[in-house]
C-alpha cells in the first residue's frame, strides 16, 4: 500500500473487485466519517477548494469552484443531485473503468463526500452500458452499503440522507457530455443544453446538480481525510494530486497507471508503457484521448499536466494517450476518429451534424485516393468553422477538429501524398 | 433602454430581448431558421451568428449566436465583417449538403424561407461532392404532406408540436445527419393544431396537402385579408385564390386574436369553398327534384313580389354577416326578425353576452388568456369549441414556468433553457367537464361532473373566494377549496365557460366566479364561448325580445307569415325536424338565400345563390366582442351575389325607404352602427371604401402575380378588364401598396429578400410585436366598464324541467372540432377526418344498457340511433353526443331521455392495423 497512490491503492494484481469488507479493512470510509457529522459542507468545499483538484474528465475545470455554484441552504430549498458521470466513451480512454471494477467503494465513498458537501440528497452513477460488469459491482457496493448505514436516511446517525442510484447509458459518445448526460438521464434525447443556466443551479429535472468525473469523485474522501496540503504535495507541478495516465498503440505494454500528476510524458511512454514496440517508430501522439491535438517526439519531455500541454497546443484531456507510429497513415487514423465523431453528433446543431460528416467524407476521399488539392482547403475551411467553441451548440465538434487540425500542422506531407499519387501510400498498392 | 453598436453604429434597442429579434426589429436582415418569434431561442441552426467583441479594443471578437445573445448596454456586434459573414454562409454550405435541389417542384418554392436565407447569406457554389442523404417520407393523414428530404433539422417542427402544441405523435427520432422528423409510424396526426407545420417549417418538409394537390406559387395567388368562420375566435386569415379556385389558407398576424397560429379546423375547413354542392344560378328545387334555375331578375322579381303580398318574417344566421342580417332584420320588422340559433342555444348566447356586458371582469384576448396564471374552465371542452384558446392555455400554463425563470434571471426567449427549469411544473388549470377533454395534459385536475354538478362547483368557488362558506355541500366542496386556493393566489386568474355544454347554470356560476374574483380585488378575466363566427354579433343585433325559431313556428301554425326569407342557415340544424318542417310547410313562401346546397334550400320555393366569405364582404363579432370585417378574395362564380346584395336589390326594388340611402356596403355598416347601440362601433373595425393608401388602394395581387393573360388563353386570348371593387379599399390587381396600411387591410405579407411569411417582422412594430397598421379590428365589449352587476339579478332562462329519473340519461353536446361545424366538415381533407355521429357512455351505463364501443343506442322514441363510444372519463347518468352532425338538431342539449339498445343495428367494419381514420382512397406517398 503506498499512499502516494492513494486511487489505486486497493487495485489487485488480478484485478479482482474490493468488497465492502476489504475496502474497510484498507482505511476505507474513513473519509466519509470524517465528513459526516465532523465536518460542515462549508468546510469540506473549502478542503476541496485549497486542494486545487481539477475535474479528470478532461476539461479540467476546478472541482471546487464548480461545486461553489450551487445554491446552499435556504438559498433552493428542494432536491439537488450529484451525478457520476462514467460514461467513459472517449477514444483511447479506459481508466475510470478501472476504478470502477477495480474499488467500487471508492466511488461511493467520494461521492457520498461530495454529495454531503452540496448537500446533495439523490446521486446517480450514469454509467457506461458496456460497463456492465461494473454496474454490477456498483449496484452490490451500493446495496451493501445501504445495509451498512453509509447511504439511505441518517447516514452514521446524522441528519444527511442520500440515496444512490446506478443507470446504464443508452450508449452514446455524447452523453458524456455534462449536459447531454442530464437530458438523457431525464429520459430526452442526449442533446446538450446551451448555457447559461448551468447545472449547478438548473440541471436534473430543473434542479441544482453536479456532475463529475469517476476519477475525480474517487479523490474527494482522500482529499477530506488527509487535507488539501498532502494532496496538493503529490503533484509534480502546479497541478495537484495523482492522475490515471494511459498509453495505447504500438508500445510494448499498454496499460493504465497512477503516477503524480505533472509525470514527464517520456517517463510514461518510456518508462511505465516499455517504450516503442520492436520496428516502429513514435511519429506522434494524441496526449488526452481522441479530442485532443497531436503531440510530436518534441514534446515527450513535457510535464503531463493541463497547463504545460494546454501551452504546447493541445489538451491533457484524459490524460490517456494514443500513440500514431511510423508504419500507420495519419490520414486513416484521423479519418477513423472523424467518422466516429461524425457518427456520434447528436444532429442538434448545424456544424457538428453536416460538418463533420463532411470531413469524414473529404478525408475518406484523400485515404481513398480519390482525393483533389482544394480538398485541404476544405478541410482547412471546416476546421476554422467547425472548431472554435462557441461556433458549435457544444465541445462535441471543436474536439472532433482537435486531431484534424493538428494532423494537417505535423503530417501534411502525408496529405498530399494521398492526394498527388491519388493512393494511401500506407496501403498496398501505395507508393511506399 | 440599453445602447448597443452593430458595425460602428449606435443603436438603442429594448431590454429583455435578444440581439436577432433586436436587428430584425431595427431592420437589418439576419438570417436565422430555429428561431421562431412565439417559441424563442434554441441555439440549433447556428445561422444567425455575429461577432461580439469585448471592447473597443477587441479586433478579433468571437462568433455568437444572435438569437442566443442578450443586448447589454456598450455590446460591440458586427453583422457584416467576413468572419461572421462567412460563417453564416458556412452554414447554409452545410445545409445544402443533402437539401435536395427540387425547388422548381417544391410546393414550397417562391415562399421557402430556405431559399431566402441561402440567398441571403451568398452561398453558390458547392464545394461537396458526396451523395445526398434520403429518407423515406410517411402518411401524416389527409391534410399535411411529408417530404423529409428537404428537412434542414432546424427543430422547429418538434418544438412547436410537442412543446408548444403539446402533441406528442410527432417527434425527432436517429441521431447525426439521420435525424428524421415523424411519426413512430404512419399515421394522421393527431394534434388538432398541426397544420401550423406548415407554416413553421421553413421550408418545404411538412406542405398543405390541399395545395400541393392544386397547387399554385404564392406569387400567383390573389389574397384579401379574411376571418376565419368555423368558429367563433375569429382568427384572421389570409386565403389564396386562383382560377376562381380558394387554394390555401394561411395564418393573417393578429397579436391579440390569433398571433402567429390558427387550428386545423381553420386552415383546413374552408374548402367548402370549392364545393360541387355550390349554388351557382337562383331557382328552386321541384316536385321532380331537380333544380329548375332562373334567371336573376326573375328571381329578384319574385322575391320582391313575395315579400310585398304579405306577411313577411325573416330568420337569419349566426354564420352570416351583420349587415346582411341587419337588412334581413330591417326588410322582416325587429319583431319578425329571429336570430337563427336553436331556442336553447339563443337563450344561451344572449346569457352569455349579458353576462359578459355586466361583469367587471375583463374579457381576455389571446395574448391576455396567455398571461393567466391560474385557470378555471367550466364545461367547455374549448379545443372543441373555441380551438385557438385551447392552445392559448397550452400557453398559460407555461406562466408558472416563466415565474422561475425571472428567478434565475433568465429571459422568456430562452426557450430550452425555461422548459428544462421548470420540466412538469405548470400554472394551475382546473377543468370540469362531462368528460376527458385534449386539455387533461395540462390540467392540474379535470372532474367529470354533470352539468348541474359543474354549475355547483363554480358557485361553491364563488362562495369560496367570497368568504362565504360552501352553500352547498357535496362530493364536490374538497375540489373547490383547492381550486379556491389556486384562483386566490393569482394575480391574473381566468374563467373560462361556454354554451358548448348546453348550460345556463354554468354560463351563470362562471361569472359569478369572475365576479367574485373581481370583488376581492383581483383582475379577473371571463371568457364566454359562444359557437359561431358571429354568434355574439347576432345577439347583440337581434336583442333579447326577438322571437326564437319555436315562436316563428307558433306564427306559421297561426297562418301568421306569409313570406318566410331565410338566410345562410340551415335550420335543419336548428331543431327539430319535424317543427322545421312544420315552420317550412306553413309558409307559403320560403326564400332561402344560401351558398351551398343543403336541406332547407332544398325545402325553398325560391333558392337565392348567396356568395360565401371569400367571395363576399361582411363584419363578424367574435367571442371576444371584437368586429372584424372579411373582404371578397375573388369575383363570385356565375349569379352568386354577397347576401347583402340580394336583399339590398330586393328592398331597393320595394321602395323600401329606410334603404333608401344605402347603397355601398359601408353604408349598411353605418346604418346599422346607428341603429344598433350594442352594434355602434362596427364602423371601426376596418377603414372604409375610401380609404387610400398613400393615393392607391390596396393589392390583392403580389408584385410578381404573372400569368394573368394566360390563365384564361385556353377560353380567350383577349384579357377581361379587371374587375373594380367598388366596395372595399382593396383591388383586384397587382398595382397598389401594401405597406403602412391598418392592419385590418394586410392581404399578403412579403418583403424584398423574404419571401415566406417570415417576412412578417417587416410589417411589425418589432419582431414578434403588433403590426404597425394597428390590430385588426374592434372591441365591442368594453371589459370590466360595467363596474361589476351582481351577476345573480341576472336571471338565466329557466331549463326545461325535466327532473333526474332512473331510467333517463341527460343528453350533454360533446362537440368536435372536425365535425361540429357545417361548413368546415364538408372541406375534403377535413371531412375525412370527421367521425360518425356518436353516443358516449360511462362504462357502468353501457353495461346497463349492454352495449358496447361501435354498437348502436336508439335514443329517445325514435329520436336518432347513433354509434356506442365508452367512455371511462364520462359521467354516469350523462350521454354525450355528437353536437353539430347532422341529425344533432334533433337532440336538446340537457334533456333526459330513455336510451336503449338499438335492434338491427350494423356495426362498422373494424380498421385493422391503422390508426388512419376512413381516410379512404388518400395518396400513400
Redesign the interface.
Same mark, same amino acid.
Request: proline share 11%.
Given at each position: 500500500m503506498s499512499l502516494d497512490l492513494p486511487l489505486t491503492r486497493n487495485v489487485r494484481a488480478d484485478r479482482s473487485p474490493t468488497d465492502l469488507k476489504a475496502y474497510e479493512a484498507n482505511g476505507g470510509y474513513r473519509g466519509m466519517k470524517a465528513a459526516i457529522g465532523k465536518l460542515s459542507p462549508a468546510d469540506c468545499l473549502q478542503i476541496i477548494k485549497d486542494s486545487n483538484l481539477r475535474g479528470r474528465g478532461g476539461a479540467g475545470f476546478p472541482t471546487g469552484m464548480k461545486w461553489s455554484f450551487v445554491p446552499m441552504d435556504d438559498a433552493s430549498p428542494g432536491h439537488k443531485y450529484l451525478i457520476c458521470n462514467a460514461d467513459e466513451m472517449e477514444p483511447g480512454t479506459f481508466k475510470d473503468r478501472l476504478l470502477l471494477e477495480c474499488d467500487p467503494h471508492q466511488l461511493i465513498e467520494g461521492m457520498i463526500c461530495a454529495a454531503y458537501t452540496i448537500q446533495a440528497d439523490l446521486a446517480y452513477i450514469f454509467i457506461r452500458a458496456e460497463y456492465h460488469k461494473a454496474a454490477e459491482l456498483l449496484r452490490e457496493a451500493i446495496a451493501a452499503c445501504y445495509e451498512r448505514g453509509y447511504l439511505g436516511n441518517n447516514i452514521l446517525g446524522s441528519d444527511y440522507s442520500l440515496q444512490m442510484q446506478v443507470h446504464s447509458s443508452a450508449g452514446?459518445y455524447i452523453c458524456g457530455e455534462e449536459t447531454a448526460l442530464i437530458s438523457s438521464l431525464?429520459g430526452k434525447?442526449a442533446n446538450p443544453? &446551451?448555457k @447559461? @443556466?448551468f447545472p449547478q443551479?438548473?440541471g436534473l429535472?430543473?434542479r441544482p446538480t453536479i456532475v463529475n468525473n469517476v476519477e475525480t469523485l474517487c479523490n474527494i474522501h482522500h482529499i477530506i481525510e488527509r487535507g488539501a496540503d498532502w494532496f496538493q504535495g503529490l503533484g509534480l507541478t502546479e497541478d495537484a494530486g495523482t492522475k490515471l495516465y494511459g498509453v495505447s498503440g504500438r508500445v510494448k505494454r499498454p496499460g493504465c497507471w497512477e503516477l503524480p500528476i505533472g509525470t514527464p510524458i517520456r517517463e510514461i511512454i518510456e518508462r511505465h508503457a516499455g517504450g516503442m514496440e520492436d520496428g516502429y517508430r513514435l511519429r506522434g501522439f494524441l496526449p488526452g484521448g481522441g479530442s485532443t491535438d497531436f503531440l510530436t517526439p518534441e514534446h515527450l519531455d513535457l510535464a503531463m499536466d493541463y497547463g504545460t500541454i494546454g501551452k504546447a497546443g493541445s489538451r491533457m484531456g484524459t490524460g490517456t494517450m494514443i500513440i500514431l507510429d511510423d508504419k500507420t497513415c495519419p490520414v486513416g487514423f484521423v479519418k477513423n476518429l472523424m467518422e466516429f465523431f &461524425?457518427?456520434?453528433? =447528436?444532429? /442538434? =446543431? !448545424?456544424?457538428c451534424? #453536416? +460538418?463533420? @460528416?463532411?470531413s469524414a467524407?473529404v478525408l475518406d #476521399?484523400i485515404e481513398g485516393g480519390r482525393g483533389r488539392p482544394?480538398d485541404m482547403d !476544405?478541410l482547412a475551411?471546416q476546421v476554422e /468553422?467547425i472548431g &472554435?467553441i +462557441?461556433? !458549435?451548440?457544444c465541445a462535441l465538434a471543436p474536439g472532433a477538429m482537435e486531431p484534424l487540425q493538428s494532423a494537417m500542422k505535423y503530417f501534411r506531407e502525408d496529405f498530399e501524398r494521398h492526394i498527388s499519387g491519388s493512393a494511401c501510400p500506407f496501403c498496398d498498392g501505395g507508393a511506399h | 433602454m440599453p445602447t448597443i453598436t452593430i458595425d460602428g453604429v449606435a443603436y438603442e434597442v429594448e431590454a429583455g430581448r435578444n440581439l436577432l429579434e433586436s436587428c430584425l426589429s431595427l431592420g437589418l436582415d439576419l438570417p436565422y431558421f430555429c428561431w421562431h418569434p412565439a417559441m424563442g431561442s434554441i441555439g440549433a441552426c447556428r445561422q444567425c451568428a455575429v461577432v461580439q467583441y469585448q471592447n473597443a479594443e477587441d479586433n478579433r471578437g468571437r462568433i455568437v449566436m444572435g438569437c442566443m445573445t442578450p443586448v447589454t448596454d456598450g455590446a460591440i456586434f458586427s453583422l457584416s465583417g467576413d468572419k461572421a459573414r462567412h460563417f453564416r454562409e458556412a452554414i447554409v454550405e452545410s445545409l445544402m449538403l443533402n437539401h435536395p435541389h427540387d425547388c422548381p417542384v417544391c410546393a414550397e418554392g417562391g415562399e421557402c424561407h430556405l431559399q431566402d436565407m441561402t440567398v441571403m447569406v451568398g452561398h453558390r457554389d458547392r464545394h461537396y461532392r458526396g451523395r445526398k442523404n434520403t429518407h423515406r417520407n410517411q402518411y401524416l393523414g389527409p391534410l399535411i404532406n411529408h417530404e423529409m428530404n428537404r428537412c434542414i433539422t432546424c427543430y422547429r417542427c418538434t418544438r412547436y408540436y410537442r412543446d408548444y402544441a403539446g402533441g406528442t405523435d410527432l417527434a425527432a427520432m436517429a441521431a447525426h445527419d439521420h435525424i428524421y422528423f415523424g411519426r413512430h409510424q404512419e399515421g394522421v396526426l393527431q394534434s388538432e393544431f398541426a397544420g401550423n407545420l406548415v407554416e413553421v417549417c421553413p421550408t418545404g418538409v411538412f406542405t398543405d396537402k390541399s395545395l400541393v394537390h392544386d397547387y399554385t406559387r404564392k406569387w400567383d395567388l390573389q389574397s384579401a385579408p379574411s376571418v376565419c368562420t368555423a368558429c367563433a375566435v375569429g382568427c384572421n386569415t389570409i386565403p389564396g385564390e386562383r382560377y376562381g379556385r380558394l387554394k390555401r389558407v394561411h395564418n393573417r398576424f393578429n397579436a391579440e386574436v390569433n398571433g402567429y397560429f390558427l387550428c386545423d379546423r381553420g386552415r383546413f375547413g374552408a374548402g367548402f369553398v370549392n364545393s360541387d354542392r355550390a349554388l351557382e344560378f337562383p331557382g328552386l328545387r321541384e316536385a321532380d327534384g331537380r333544380y329548375r334555375a332562373l334567371d336573376h331578375h326573375d328571381a329578384l322579381h319574385r322575391m320582391m313580389d313575395s315579400c310585398a303580398a304579405g306577411k313577411v318574417a325573416g330568420i337569419g344566421s349566426p354564420r352570416a354577416s351583420v349587415e346582411a342580417n341587419y337588412l334581413l332584420r330591417l326588410l322582416a320588422g325587429t319583431d319578425n326578425f329571429a336570430p337563427g340559433f336553436s331556442d336553447a342555444e339563443q337563450d344561451l348566447v344572449n346569457l352569455a353576452l349579458r353576462l359578459q356586458q355586466q361583469s367587471a371582469a375583463v374579457t381576455p384576448d389571446i395574448r391576455t388568456i396567455e398571461s393567466a396564471d391560474a385557470v378555471l374552465v367550466l364545461g367547455e371542452d374549448v379545443t372543441n369549441t373555441a380551438p385557438r384558446i385551447a392552445l392559448a392555455l397550452r400557453q398559460s400554463v407555461r406562466n408558472k414556468a416563466y415565474e422561475m425563470a425571472a428567478g434565475l434571471r433568465l429571459e422568456t426567449w430562452q426557450d430550452a433553457a425555461i422548459r428544462n427549469l421548470a420540466q412538469q411544473q405548470r400554472s394551475p388549470l382546473f377543468i370540469a367537464a362531462v368528460a376527458d377533454t385534449p386539455l387533461d395534459d395540462v390540467a392540474t385536475r379535470r372532474l367529470s361532473l354533470a352539468p348541474e354538478g359543474i354549475a355547483a362547483l363554480g358557485q361553491a368557488v364563488a362562495a369560496g373566494i367570497s368568504g362565504a362558506a360552501s352553500a352547498t355541500p357535496g362530493s364536490t366542496s374538497g375540489e373547490a377549496v383547492d381550486i379556491v386556493a389556486a384562483l386566490a393566489r393569482a394575480s391574473r386568474p381566468l374563467v373560462i365557460a361556454g354554451t358548448g355544454c348546453g348550460s345556463a347554470a354554468v354560463l351563470q356560476a362562471a361569472a359569478e366566479v369572475a365576479n367574485a374574483l373581481c370583488s376581492s380585488g383581483r383582475q379577473a378575466m371571463l371568457c364566454l364561448c359562444v359557437p359561431e363566427a358571429n354568434s355574439l354579433g347576432q345577439a347583440m343585433l337581434a336583442g333579447p325580445k326577438a322571437p326564437n325559431l319555436g315562436a316563428l313556428e307558433e306564427r306559421a301554425r297561426a297562418g301568421e307569415i306569409d313570406t318566410l326569407v331565410v338566410l345562410e342557415n340551415d335550420l335543419y340544424r336548428r331543431g327539430n325536424s319535424a317543427g322545421i318542417d312544420a315552420l317550412l310547410a306553413e309558409c307559403r313562401n320560403v326564400i332561402v338565400l344560401d351558398g351551398l346546397d343543403n336541406a332547407t334550400t332544398s325545402a325553398a320555393t325560391l333558392v337565392l345563390p348567396a356568395a360565401n366569405f371569400a367571395e363576399s364582404e361582411g363584419t363578424l363579432v367574435s367571442l371576444e366582442g371584437r368586429a372584424q370585417r372579411y373582404y371578397p378574395l375573388f369575383q363570385p362564380r356565375e349569379e352568386r351575389r354577397p347576401s347583402w346584395v340580394w336583399l339590398l336589390a330586393c328592398m331597393k326594388e320595394l321602395e323600401r325607404p329606410d334603404v333608401h340611402s344605402l347603397h355601398h356596403f359601408d353604408d349598411i355598416t353605418r346604418a346599422c352602427a346607428a341603429d344598433i347601440p350594442a352594434l355602434a362601433g362596427i364602423t371601426a373595425a376596418a377603414p372604409d371604401l375610401h380609404y387610400l393608401n398613400l393615393g392607391v388602394k390596396i393589392p390583392r395581387q403580389p408584385s410578381r402575380y404573372s400569368g394573368r393573360t394566360a390563365m384564361r388563353a385556353n377560353i380567350s386570348v383577349h384579357e377581361p378588364k379587371q374587375r373594380e371593387d367598388e366596395e372595399t379599399p382593396l383591388a383586384f390587381t397587382m398595382e397598389g401598396l401594401n405597406r403602412s396600411q391598418p392592419g385590418a387591410l394586410l392581404p399578403w405579407v412579403w418583403s424584398p429578400g423574404w419571401n415566406s411569411n417570415q417576412s412578417l417582422h417587416k410589417f411589425q412594430t418589432h419582431a414578434g410585436g403588433p403590426l404597425k397598421g394597428g390590430t385588426a379590428g374592434v372591441r365591442l365589449l368594453h371589459p370590466g366598464a360595467a363596474g361589476g352587476h351582481r351577476i345573480s339579478d341576472i336571471t338565466a332562462p329557466a331549463t326545461a324541467a325535466a327532473s333526474a329519473a332512473p331510467d333517463l340519461w341527460q343528453l350533454v353536446p360533446r362537440p368536435r372540432i372536425f365535425g361540429s361545424d357545417e361548413l368546415s366538415a364538408l372541406s375534403p381533407g377535413l371531412a375525412e377526418l370527421v367521425v360518425p355521429g356518436f353516443i358516449e357512455l360511462s362504462p357502468a351505463d353501457a353495461g346497463r344498457l349492454g352495449v358496447a364501443t361501435g354498437d348502436g343506442v336508439d335514443v329517445g322514441d325514435g329520436i336518432a340511433t347513433l354509434e356506442v363510444r365508452v367512455n371511462a372519463t364520462m359521467t354516469t347518468g350523462c350521454a354525450g353526443y355528437s353536437a353539430g352532425f347532422a341529425g344533432s338538431g334533433n337532440l336538446a342539449p340537457l334533456a333526459r331521455v330513455t336510451l336503449q339498445r338499438a335492434a338491427n343495428w350494423q356495426r362498422r367494419p373494424q380498421l385493422i392495423g391503422s390508426d388512419r381514420g376512413n381516410g379512404s382512397g388518400s395518396s400513400h406517398v
Open positions: 452514446r431525464e434525447r443544453r &446551451a @447559461p @443556466p443551479v438548473s429535472w430543473g &461524425a457518427r456520434e453528433s =447528436c444532429g /442538434f =446543431c !448545424t456544424p451534424r #453536416d +460538418g463533420l @460528416p463532411w467524407q #476521399d482544394e !476544405t475551411r /468553422f &472554435a +462557441g461556433n !458549435t451548440h | -
